[in-house]
């Protein structure tokens, strides 16, 4: 999420605060995976492999306005693109194999998804207050709809 201090704290070396960010962001990850591969099996594993993958190239994330979650859903989908890769053999081609987009995006790409954050932008900050805590609560942390229920309760 933009902003995240924890994820500035793990950065800076913070241990407790990388081992936060990894249990915050399991859950999340293994859904992301777990869409794309559908095999629990396999989701596991991957999700697994990505949180070490990003902590190698952790020093080079900067924040974009994009949650952390983005950084790591990249890792995530090359892993799998490379599962797949490995799988299945290069006379049978990729025809089954679920369609995962590049991790770098190309120059239309690029400006449709600068246009459409700066719109979703625009619209979020019309919402309330308490609008945005729920999304960022729900879509963006993935909290559970009880623990946001739970969330402006006294």
């Excluded at 070396?13 to 559908?38: K, N």
């Excluded at 983005?70 to 799988?87: D, E, G, K, P, S």
């Excluded at 194999?97 to 998804?113: D, H, N, Y």
Aim: net charge negative.
């Amino acid at each position: 999420m933009p902003g995240d201090d924890l994820v500035r704290r793990a950065q800076s070396g913070d241990v407790r605060a990388l081992e936060q960010l990894c249990e915050r962001e399991w859950r999340p990850v293994y859904a992301i995976v777990y869409a794309t591969t559908r095999n629990a099996m396999d989701a596991e594993d991957l999700t697994q492999e990505v949180f070490p993958r990003a902590l190698k190239s952790f020093d080079r994330y900067e924040e974009r306005n994009l949650p952390f979650r983005a950084f790591l859903a990249t890792v995530a989908r090359n892993l799998v693109r490379n599962r797949w890769r490995r799988r299945v053999p290069a006379h049978i081609g990729l025809e089954g194999a679920p369609e995962v987009q590049s991790s770098v995006p190309g120059p239309e790409e690029s400006a449709i998804l600068h246009s459409d954050l700066g719109h979703l932008a625009d619209v979020f900050s019309t919402l309330s207050d308490d609008y945005q805590q729920v999304l960022q609560l729900r879509a963006l942390e993935g909290r559970s709809a009880n623990d946001v229920a739970a969330w402006k309760q006294p």
